[in-house]
């Protein structure tokens, strides 16, 4: 039996090139779905891995400073220790400088000078006196200001002509105040150390410069 294929050609070609059309579109949807899918899971993951990293980060960020902290803390106490560790040896220092004190005082004090009283404030002494001249005074200051150990930075604060009776007789004087600093005991050591150093840097080139010589 023959069939006759009563369906026009142009028709059937159009619908098979229409079908295969929108199986393409499907395809291709599908495909960029997966596409999309699996670009948006690999930067899920990455964002992930980012978000670990990040508080990874954080933790040690955060127990840096919390070392760094202690670290400041310890410091604090360190230096605190220390301060009262000076303080406790700058009393102890302390206790004996009124003997310093009178000892320079005998030792600096010129002849002509005559000191009627003193006032101690910390490390800071005001002198009261009289004096046979104003050069007596001056010979006072630069003996306080360098031949001192125990006594620095003389300060005069005031200077006046004045008269001294002894009996019947009447002199004329220059009365005198002034104010010096007296050196803890740890200075006048650390002023003595410094000193020793620089006596000690010329001996020790000199030795070197001999020892080299053929």
């Given at each position: 039996m ?50 670990q ?13 919390k ?17 009262r ?30 000191l ?24 006072l200051?630069?003996n ?11 300060d005069?604060?005031?200077?006046k ?37 620089k ?16």
């Amino acid at each position: 039996m023959i069939r006759i294929n009563l369906l026009p050609h142009r028709e059937a070609k159009r619908k098979q090139k229409q079908a295969a059309f929108i199986a393409m579109l499907v395809l291709g949807g599908l495909l960029g779905v997966a596409v999309v899918l699996l670009v948006g899971g690999w930067n899920a993951s990455r964002i992930a891995i980012q978000e670990q990293r990040n508080a990874a980060l954080s933790t040690e960020n955060a127990e840096l400073d919390k070392k760094i902290k202690d670290i400041a803390t310890l410091k604090e106490e360190i230096n605190a220790l220390k301060s009262r560790q000076q303080a406790v040896e700058d009393l102890q220092g302390d206790r004996n400088q009124p003997v310093y004190l009178f000892d320079e005082l005998v030792r600096q004090t010129p002849e002509g000078v005559y000191l009627k009283g003193f006032e101690q404030n910390g490390q800071r002494v005001i002198l009261n006196g009289y004096a046979q001249s104003q050069e007596r005074v001056a010979e006072l200051l630069r003996n306080l200001s360098g031949n001192s150990p125990w006594l620095e930075r003389p300060d005069l604060t005031e200077v006046k002509a004045a008269t001294i009776t002894q009996g019947k007789i009447v002199r004329k004087a220059v009365e005198f105040t002034l104010a010096v600093n007296i050196k803890r005991a740890r200075e006048n050591e650390e002023g003595e150390d410094a000193k020793d150093g620089k006596g000690k840097a010329p001996l020790a080139g000199i030795a070197k410069a001999e020892g080299s010589k053929p």
